[in-house]
Protein backbone atom coordinates (compact mmCIF):
# COMPACT_ATOMS: atom_id res chain seq x y z
CA UNK A 1 0.00 0.00 0.00
CA UNK A 2 1.51 3.30 -1.08
CA UNK A 3 2.13 5.73 2.00
CA UNK A 4 0.05 8.52 2.48
CA UNK A 5 2.89 10.96 1.75
CA UNK A 6 1.38 14.47 2.71
CA UNK A 7 -0.11 13.01 5.90
CA UNK A 8 3.14 11.75 6.96
CA UNK A 9 4.92 14.96 5.81
CA UNK A 10 2.18 16.63 7.52
CA UNK A 11 2.98 15.08 11.10
CA UNK A 12 6.40 15.37 10.96
CA UNK A 13 6.25 18.79 10.25
CA UNK A 14 3.89 19.41 13.38
CA UNK A 15 5.87 16.71 15.57
CA UNK A 16 9.14 18.75 14.78
CA UNK A 17 10.30 15.01 13.95
CA UNK A 18 11.95 14.22 10.66
CA UNK A 19 12.44 9.91 11.55
CA UNK A 20 9.51 8.96 9.39
CA UNK A 21 12.29 10.50 6.18
CA UNK A 22 13.95 6.96 6.48
CA UNK A 23 10.83 5.37 4.97
CA UNK A 24 9.27 8.56 3.28
CA UNK A 25 12.16 9.47 0.78
CA UNK A 26 12.70 7.76 -2.29
CA UNK A 27 16.71 6.10 -2.76
CA UNK A 28 16.69 8.18 -5.90
CA UNK A 29 15.36 11.70 -4.39
CA UNK A 30 16.66 15.00 -5.26
CA UNK A 31 16.32 17.93 -2.95
CA UNK A 32 16.24 21.63 -5.06
CA UNK A 33 17.40 24.37 -2.91
CA UNK A 34 16.03 28.09 -3.02
CA UNK A 35 19.85 29.28 -3.21
CA UNK A 36 21.05 27.28 -5.77
CA UNK A 37 20.34 25.64 -9.03
CA UNK A 38 22.07 22.12 -9.18
CA UNK A 39 19.54 19.07 -7.80
CA UNK A 40 20.98 17.59 -4.53
CA UNK A 41 20.78 14.08 -5.30
CA UNK A 42 20.31 10.93 -3.35
CA UNK A 43 18.57 10.03 -0.17
CA UNK A 44 21.05 11.03 2.34
CA UNK A 45 21.26 14.08 0.95
CA UNK A 46 17.52 14.79 0.52
CA UNK A 47 16.91 13.76 4.37
CA UNK A 48 19.94 16.30 5.40
CA UNK A 49 18.54 19.22 4.13
CA UNK A 50 15.31 18.50 4.92
CA UNK A 51 16.67 18.32 8.46
CA UNK A 52 18.41 21.30 8.47
CA UNK A 53 15.17 22.85 6.72
CA UNK A 54 13.29 21.51 9.99
CA UNK A 55 15.75 22.88 12.29
CA UNK A 56 16.12 26.58 10.44
CA UNK A 57 11.95 26.93 9.50
CA UNK A 58 10.17 25.39 11.85
CA UNK A 59 9.58 27.50 14.78
CA UNK A 60 6.38 28.80 16.66
CA UNK A 61 5.16 31.06 13.92
CA UNK A 62 5.85 28.58 11.20
CA UNK A 63 2.27 27.47 9.47
CA UNK A 64 1.33 26.15 5.76
CA UNK A 65 -1.05 28.59 4.33
CA UNK A 66 -2.46 27.15 1.18
CA UNK A 67 -2.10 23.56 -0.74
CA UNK A 68 -2.43 22.36 -4.16
CA UNK A 69 -2.87 18.83 -5.23
CA UNK A 70 -1.83 17.11 -8.45
CA UNK A 71 -2.03 13.30 -8.84
CA UNK A 72 1.56 12.30 -7.28
CA UNK A 73 2.57 15.94 -6.49
CA UNK A 74 1.78 19.07 -4.36
CA UNK A 75 2.15 22.03 -3.64
CA UNK A 76 2.47 23.69 -0.06
CA UNK A 77 2.46 27.24 0.75
CA UNK A 78 4.17 28.61 4.08
CA UNK A 79 4.70 31.17 5.77
CA UNK A 80 6.98 31.77 9.35
CA UNK A 81 8.66 34.93 11.19
CA UNK A 82 12.74 34.84 12.10
CA UNK A 83 13.32 37.42 13.77
CA UNK A 84 10.94 39.69 12.72
CA UNK A 85 11.83 38.71 9.63
CA UNK A 86 8.96 37.86 7.22
CA UNK A 87 9.20 34.28 5.48
CA UNK A 88 7.22 33.60 2.70
CA UNK A 89 7.51 29.89 0.76
CA UNK A 90 6.59 27.28 -1.45
CA UNK A 91 7.24 23.15 -1.43
CA UNK A 92 6.83 21.78 -4.66
CA UNK A 93 6.96 17.76 -3.77
CA UNK A 94 6.27 15.00 -6.16
CA UNK A 95 6.32 11.05 -5.03
CA UNK A 96 6.23 7.96 -6.96
CA UNK A 97 3.88 5.28 -7.06
CA UNK A 98 5.10 3.94 -3.44
CA UNK A 99 4.07 7.75 -1.83
CA UNK A 100 8.03 8.18 -1.72
CA UNK A 101 9.36 11.51 -2.11
CA UNK A 102 10.92 11.78 -5.11
CA UNK A 103 11.37 15.95 -5.59
CA UNK A 104 11.49 18.11 -2.84
CA UNK A 105 12.12 21.87 -4.10
CA UNK A 106 11.71 24.82 -2.19
CA UNK A 107 11.07 28.84 -3.20
CA UNK A 108 11.32 31.19 -1.25
CA UNK A 109 10.40 35.17 -1.03
CA UNK A 110 11.44 37.33 -0.38
CA UNK A 111 14.92 38.40 -1.10
CA UNK A 112 15.04 39.49 2.78
CA UNK A 113 13.65 36.35 3.98
CA UNK A 114 16.27 34.73 1.29
CA UNK A 115 19.41 36.24 2.92
CA UNK A 116 18.12 35.56 6.61
CA UNK A 117 17.57 31.54 5.79
CA UNK A 118 20.19 30.65 3.49
CA UNK A 119 23.17 31.22 5.73
CA UNK A 120 21.28 29.45 8.56
CA UNK A 121 20.70 26.62 6.55
CA UNK A 122 24.13 26.66 5.58
CA UNK A 123 25.57 26.22 8.93
CA UNK A 124 23.25 22.60 9.43
CA UNK A 125 24.66 21.50 6.05
CA UNK A 126 28.91 22.13 6.98
CA UNK B 1 -20.27 34.22 -17.36
CA UNK B 2 -16.68 34.32 -15.70
CA UNK B 3 -13.54 34.31 -17.31
CA UNK B 4 -11.30 31.61 -17.82
CA UNK B 5 -8.95 33.18 -16.06
CA UNK B 6 -5.97 30.76 -16.66
CA UNK B 7 -6.68 30.21 -20.55
CA UNK B 8 -6.48 34.23 -20.77
CA UNK B 9 -3.34 34.08 -18.67
CA UNK B 10 -2.01 31.59 -21.02
CA UNK B 11 -2.99 33.19 -24.35
CA UNK B 12 -1.89 36.28 -23.20
CA UNK B 13 2.39 34.72 -22.61
CA UNK B 14 1.95 32.88 -25.60
CA UNK B 15 1.58 36.13 -27.87
CA UNK B 16 3.43 38.38 -25.50
CA UNK B 17 0.22 40.79 -25.42
CA UNK B 18 -0.65 41.98 -21.98
CA UNK B 19 -3.57 43.70 -23.36
CA UNK B 20 -6.18 41.59 -21.90
CA UNK B 21 -4.96 42.61 -18.28
CA UNK B 22 -7.26 45.10 -18.46
CA UNK B 23 -10.24 43.12 -17.83
CA UNK B 24 -8.41 40.20 -16.21
CA UNK B 25 -7.08 42.06 -13.26
CA UNK B 26 -9.43 42.85 -10.42
CA UNK B 27 -9.80 46.90 -9.12
CA UNK B 28 -8.61 45.83 -5.98
CA UNK B 29 -5.86 42.78 -6.85
CA UNK B 30 -2.16 42.89 -5.03
CA UNK B 31 1.14 42.04 -6.77
CA UNK B 32 3.74 40.37 -4.51
CA UNK B 33 7.00 39.82 -6.18
CA UNK B 34 10.19 37.98 -5.11
CA UNK B 35 11.35 40.84 -3.59
CA UNK B 36 10.32 42.32 -1.40
CA UNK B 37 7.61 42.02 1.16
CA UNK B 38 4.94 44.21 0.52
CA UNK B 39 2.23 43.55 -1.71
CA UNK B 40 1.51 46.11 -4.57
CA UNK B 41 -2.13 47.54 -4.28
CA UNK B 42 -4.16 48.17 -6.96
CA UNK B 43 -5.44 46.92 -10.27
CA UNK B 44 -2.95 49.64 -12.06
CA UNK B 45 0.34 48.52 -9.98
CA UNK B 46 -0.27 44.83 -10.43
CA UNK B 47 -0.71 45.57 -14.29
CA UNK B 48 2.44 47.32 -14.46
CA UNK B 49 3.92 44.65 -12.87
CA UNK B 50 2.89 42.14 -14.87
CA UNK B 51 4.04 43.99 -18.00
CA UNK B 52 7.35 44.82 -16.49
CA UNK B 53 7.54 40.75 -15.72
CA UNK B 54 6.30 39.87 -19.17
CA UNK B 55 9.27 41.71 -21.02
CA UNK B 56 12.00 40.27 -18.69
CA UNK B 57 10.78 37.08 -18.47
CA UNK B 58 9.21 36.01 -21.66
CA UNK B 59 11.65 34.83 -24.07
CA UNK B 60 12.39 32.12 -26.59
CA UNK B 61 13.35 29.53 -23.75
CA UNK B 62 10.07 30.59 -21.44
CA UNK B 63 8.02 27.98 -20.46
CA UNK B 64 5.51 26.62 -17.60
CA UNK B 65 6.97 23.12 -16.54
CA UNK B 66 3.52 21.66 -14.33
CA UNK B 67 0.19 23.47 -13.17
CA UNK B 68 -1.56 22.75 -9.84
CA UNK B 69 -5.23 23.95 -9.72
CA UNK B 70 -7.63 25.24 -6.72
CA UNK B 71 -10.65 26.00 -6.92
CA UNK B 72 -10.53 29.56 -7.49
CA UNK B 73 -6.05 29.98 -7.93
CA UNK B 74 -3.71 27.76 -9.51
CA UNK B 75 0.27 27.57 -9.29
CA UNK B 76 1.98 27.65 -12.46
CA UNK B 77 5.46 26.65 -12.22
CA UNK B 78 7.63 28.15 -14.94
CA UNK B 79 11.25 27.62 -16.19
CA UNK B 80 13.51 30.12 -18.50
CA UNK B 81 17.14 31.21 -19.29
CA UNK B 82 18.61 34.70 -19.17
CA UNK B 83 22.21 35.23 -20.61
CA UNK B 84 22.65 31.56 -19.71
CA UNK B 85 21.70 31.79 -16.09
CA UNK B 86 18.81 29.39 -15.59
CA UNK B 87 16.33 30.53 -13.32
CA UNK B 88 12.64 28.74 -12.11
CA UNK B 89 9.58 29.84 -10.84
CA UNK B 90 5.96 29.80 -9.88
CA UNK B 91 3.18 32.40 -10.55
CA UNK B 92 0.21 31.41 -7.58
CA UNK B 93 -2.87 33.30 -9.13
CA UNK B 94 -6.35 33.94 -6.80
CA UNK B 95 -9.06 35.20 -9.34
CA UNK B 96 -12.64 36.34 -7.76
CA UNK B 97 -16.01 34.87 -8.77
CA UNK B 98 -15.99 36.62 -12.08
CA UNK B 99 -12.71 35.02 -12.76
CA UNK B 100 -10.46 38.32 -12.39
CA UNK B 101 -7.47 37.87 -10.60
CA UNK B 102 -7.35 39.30 -7.03
CA UNK B 103 -3.99 38.47 -5.86
CA UNK B 104 -0.77 37.62 -8.38
CA UNK B 105 2.52 36.20 -6.29
CA UNK B 106 6.05 35.37 -7.75
CA UNK B 107 8.59 33.21 -6.35
CA UNK B 108 11.69 32.46 -8.13
CA UNK B 109 15.23 30.15 -7.32
CA UNK B 110 17.90 29.81 -6.93
CA UNK B 111 19.72 33.26 -5.93
CA UNK B 112 21.52 33.62 -8.97
CA UNK B 113 18.34 33.66 -10.83
CA UNK B 114 16.58 36.29 -8.59
CA UNK B 115 20.01 38.75 -8.58
CA UNK B 116 19.32 38.31 -12.43
CA UNK B 117 15.80 39.68 -12.50
CA UNK B 118 15.31 41.66 -9.87
CA UNK B 119 17.68 44.37 -11.39
CA UNK B 120 16.29 43.81 -14.81
CA UNK B 121 12.60 44.43 -13.10
CA UNK B 122 13.52 47.39 -11.21
CA UNK B 123 14.71 49.00 -15.20
CA UNK B 124 11.01 48.68 -16.17
CA UNK B 125 9.39 49.81 -13.05
CA UNK B 126 10.74 53.13 -12.68
Known amino acids: MALDTLALWHQAVKDRDMGVLDRL ?30 KVLINDSFHYVEEWHGDHSAVLEFALEIDGIKINGVDLIHWNEAGQITQFKVMMRPMKGLNTIIPLMAAHLV
Open 25 to 54: VADDAVFLSPAVHSPQPGKALVIKYLNAAQ
